[in-house]
């Protein structure tokens, strides 16, 4: 849908416009299908309380048979609840607006439903190009970025605070998706993780180390004040640079997480950058940091690293900001820029949905960090 469609629809037009690319283009139900939605009731107001009944309504509109299952947030999911293994064995599809999706992504879950996990948290989210642009765009999208990653390739990651990250891609051509979720992700945001485990040099720890979304615990993020450098070597940290009392918060929490599961706390298992142009949040990482962490990863000014635990997703999230990723000397993403998207690779995809270009013309800056609000003042 063009950018300027949207000053002429109202509210709900646009929430239908979103859920219909999410059952449309993602989830692909058609009328007569069954369809769970997984949602959770959570105190802390992760999700809207109204999102799932929003969705819900809109399905049966489109003559979708819908049910709605309540689970708890749960801290580590053990086993997976069984009237959620029950819609997985009998719906046509499972969508998860709970948590609970997130934590079982890297899981192959059993039985015959679509099974996809929703990353616009309410509906003023709904409301935006992130969850109504063509899904699969998006997933053409990251083939081409996949392809372009994978392969062999020496990548080069690197940030103002001082980042620089130097590795080789895995040798397969990152054209089926080997070592991604197991789930389908809406909207799409990113590409294939990268392993990490050829990466030597330097990351800038800046403002926080925030949960990956795997498991949940206390204190689930820590606020860094300045810039400490994480010294890496092939994907194992081996010592941190910077303030005495920084480096200890930091190396306290690590010791504290990795304690608590019996994991290695040195370990950066893979990392990935965000792709989606569209992709803001409303209001402050700071104020809900789990939330944060699990809505606006997508963005293109934002590349996180998985860290603590030799497993995808790791415990805890490494942020690197306005990242530049060069691979064989060419820059894929510059300053937070995805330069990519110029190429003519993209630009002949673009061709075929051309709505999509205003989107990348201009992209959403704000995505919690609070410097364009700053900036807009």
Known sequence: MPLSDYSQMNEQELIQAGIDNLLDNCIQAKAGDSLTIVSERGKDGYYSKKLDSIIAAHARERSLKVDVVTT???????????????????SDHTLFLARIGDQLRFTALDGKSTKTIC??????????????????????????????????KH?????????HLVGTSPPDPGDDDVGDVHLRRFPMGVFRPIPANTFSGKVALSKWLCP??????????????????????????????????EVRKIETHYNTVAEKYGIEGDVIHSWHAGMHPQNGYQGLA???????????FGNPRY??????????????????????????GVDLWRDGRLVFAETPEVQELVDEYPEMRALFEQPVMEYGLGDYLVSSL
């Open 303 to 328: 590349l996180h690293m998985h860290t603590c635990g030799n497993y995808a997703p790791g415990e805890i999230c490494v942020s690197v900001f306005d990242q530049s990723i060069a691979v064989d």
């Open 119 to 152: 990353y616009a948290l309410d509906e003023q989210t709904f409301t935006t190009p992130y969850c109504s642009a063509n899904y699969q765009f998006f997933l053409k999208l990251k083939a081409l970025i996949n392809k372009a990653l994978f392969g062999e």
């Open 72 to 90: 708890e947030v749960i801290d580590e999911v053990k086993s997976i609840p069984e009237d959620i293994q029950r819609a997985l064995k009998l």
């Open 212 to 245: 990956t979304g795997s498991r949940y615990y206390e204190p689930e993020y820590i606020l860094i004040d300045g810039v400490v450098m994480a010294v890496v070597e092939r994907g194992r940290i081996v010592g941190f640079e910077g303030n005495e009392s």
């Open 286 to 296: 700071v104020d809900n940091m789990a939330r944060w962490a699990g809505a606006a």
């Open 155 to 163: 990548i080069t990651l690197t940030c103002a605070s001082g980042t």
